[in-house]
């Protein structure tokens, strides 16, 4: 299940150009967003028991496991394509499918305490990287095959937003897992993200 920022939605939400520029106190609120996405993530886990996070609200739903194993392969090309951006500005950077990533790597066996760990060890290191750079390298781009040019403003909107989308889908997977037990099952395409491509 794609996440609501990727693709053409990218360019729905941006200017025409599809490239952004943050002034210094928006970058530095979606900073401060950015920073506690690990600590966002894990305080909203504690509310759903983990007897639970292998539901499936629907066949092409991901269950809270595959979530959390997504947000930690999508940060480790979040962590990438921030420092392509920093060191090689222009460069273009490797897209991916989401959902052939979880069925291909086994998103429903892997471990998602591991996943956590990792997300939160790669999100602290680029966090500790970009929270001083000048304002001139906010600017640099790279060049994405969906959504095109992307400056390092661009990512950051996309990744300070990425982990309360998912916590939201979260918490209507929860829902839904709360409705089938009382026997009355949600529709998935009521409650939960819709493939953006």
């Known amino acids: 299940m794609r996440g609501p920022i990727s693709g053409q939605a990218y360019h729905a939400i941006y200017d025409p150009e599809g490239e952004m520029t943050l002034n210094a106190e928006e970058r530095r609120q979606k900073l401060a967003v950015y920073r506690n ?11 759903y028991p983990e007897d639970m996070w292998d539901f499936k609200p629907g066949p092409e739903r991901w269950s809270i496991r595959e979530i959390l194993v997504h947000i930690s392969d999508s940060e480790a090309n979040s962590y990438i394509r921030c420092r ?17 990533w979880a069925r291909g790597l086994g998103y429903a066996d892997q471990d998602p305490k ?14 500790a990287l970009v929270r001083g750079l000048p304002d001139a390298l906010w600017s640099n781009t790279i060049d ?38 009382r026997g009355k099952p949600r529709n998935p395409e009521e409650t939960l993200f819709q493939h953006i491509k």
């Open 37 to 47: 996405a690990y600590d966002q993530l894990a305080g909203a886990l504690e509310k």
């Open 144 to 181: 994405h095959p969906e959504n095109g040019v992307m400056t390092l403003d661009d990512w950051l909107v996309v990744y300070a937003n990425h982990v309360p989308e998912h916590i939201d889908q979260i918490r209507a997977t929860h829902d839904a897992w709360l409705a089938a037990k």
């Open 84 to 100: 392509r951006a920093i060191a090689e500005p222009g460069a273009a950077v490797m897209a991916y499918d989401e959902d052939l």
């Open 114 to 127: 591991a996943a956590l760990a990792l997300f939160k060890h790669l999100r602290g290191m680029t966090y």
